[in-house]
């Protein structure tokens, strides 16, 4: 694989396959679960926290792994070939629903302003989201080099959008729609026990929306120097996403007020409307549209990498290991492609993809954060300088890993049936793997 991506094209991966729709409609789910300001903010600062724990950890992997599709690799390495095939088919077929979910959010927001008020925009809400991955897809075909060029124009559009919904708190409420002020809410009296479940059932919209960075390690096989730029990009990228993130749930509560938060719809759309008054809905969702694109073709880069890994592993067939000329991964970019359309046809409301998508994840992240463990004593031979070593070894993996294991548990408490679920998927997927390698004939 050739080495062609910069630290700042690593980057702009992290910003795209982090910021999606979540920080458009996670805030409202954050906001019903906290009940108060102090524990809203709380969340949101301990989930940033977190995900740096999480980013430092990620960055001595990919540092001592810097390989095409390490995500499987890391799996199959420090554990079995087998969890590797069963968390990675999982991590597939998560974002490829997390894809479809959102390309279809992005495209209604876009159908909406295109169309005439009161027609039924689901059919072409389908095509445009259906054409968009379609488009995608075909500008991968080009190689690592073009699409990663147009990784970072999309992804300097989406900091460029929640930036200036940012500014949403600097321009003041116009005299006539000031109104008189509403009686206080009640204050809400909560025991501990109930701030840690609040705070749980808090940490899984927050995880969602930082969630997508760990997937950065796929590239190391074709970053320069992926030793060194490698933890500098994660690191980089998510102190960016924790700056956006804070600063844009401040502008929410700002504006919109806390209360008013719980029960807004597109609260995207009501800092746009303070910027730009009634045209500020057609202006946001054309750029939420073009944001949601940077979403998509990350993914698209992303995720056939991890397909390519298993191929090379022998995981999937040979087949999915095949590059063109210019490093495509022809076979796995097409397999992931299709799924996604396909899910297209199947996927569901924001909050199922929310529940079902951050605990597959929460458990395939904790075991591979705990990965360094292994990798640390490993290889403890062959440390060097050029090997990125993260501090306060083990608290910060250890702090990351129990974590995410909490909001496991919090959606299991809130929802057995969608982890019980995850667990059967993961057992269904480690069986299919055992299986195949015993029916499967033996080469000399």
């Known amino acids: 694989m050739q080495k062609q991506l910069s630290r700042f094209d690593l980057s702009m991966l992290v910003v795209s396959l982090v910021i999606g729709m979540g920080i458009f409609r996670t805030p409202v789910n954050v906001a019903q679960n906290a009940q108060t300001p102090e524990l809203f903010y709380f969340a949101w600062i301990a989930g940033g926290l977190i995900a740096l724990c999480g980013a430092l950890t990620f960055a001595e992997i990919g540092s001592r792994f810097p390989v095409t599709g390490a995500y499987y690799k890391i799996f199959s390495t420090a554990y079995h070939p087998s969890v590797a095939f069963a968390i990675n088919s999982i991590v597939i077929f998560t974002y490829t629903g997390a894809t479809a979910g959102v390309t279809l959010i992005g495209s209604e ?210 087949v999915f290991a095949k590059t063109t000329k210019n490093g495509t991964l022809i076979t796995s970019l097409t397999v992931f492609t299709l799924i996604t359309l396909v899910t297209l046809f199947f996927a569901k409301t924001f909050d199922k993809i929310l529940n079902y998508t951050v605990f597959l994840d929460c458990l395939g992240t904790a075991f591979a954060a705990a990965s360094i463990f292994f990798l640390r004593k490993k290889a403890k031979e062959a440390d060097s300088k050029d090997i990125y070593k993260l501090k306060l070894y083990p608290v910060l993996p250890i702090v990351f890993i129990a974590a995410f294991l909490f909001v496991a548990y919090s959606i299991y408490a809130a929802d057995p049936f969608t982890a019980l679920t995850g667990i059967g998927i993961f057992l269904a997927f480690t069986a299919i793997y055992l299986i195949v390698r015993l029916i499967r004939p033996k080469t000399v």
């Open 109 to 318: 927001y876009l159908c909406n302003v295109m169309m005439p008020a009161g027609s039924d925009t689901r059919i072409p809400v389908f095509i445009t989201a259906f054409t968009s991955i379609s488009v995608f897809f075909l500008l991968n075909l080009l190689g690592l080099k073009a699409s990663s060029k147009i990784q970072n124009l999309l992804t300097g559009i989406k900091i460029t959008l929640v930036l200036l919904l940012i500014c949403a708190v600097f321009v003041p409420v116009p005299a006539e729609t000031i109104q008189v002020a509403a009686t206080p809410a009640p204050a809400v009296v909560m025991g501990w026990i109930d701030y840690v479940k609040a705070f749980g059932a808090c940490m899984v919209a927050v995880s969602f929306s930082f969630t997508g960075y760990q997937q950065t390690i796929n590239f190391g096989g074709e970053t320069k120097d992926a030793r060194k730029i490698m933890p500098g990009a994660i690191k980089t990228g998510l102190l960016i996403i924790i700056t956006l993130y804070l600063l844009i749930n401040y502008a929410y509560v700002e504006v919109i007020g806390f209360e008013q938060l719980k029960t807004s719809g597109s609260i995207a759309a009501l800092l746009a409307e303070r910027l730009f008054g009634p045209i500020g809905f057609k202006i946001l969702s054309v750029l939420i549209f073009l944001s949601v694109l940077g979403y998509v073709n990350a993914n698209l880069l992303a995720c056939p990498r991890i397909m390519y890994a298993m191929g090379q592993d022998g995981a999937l067939p040979r």
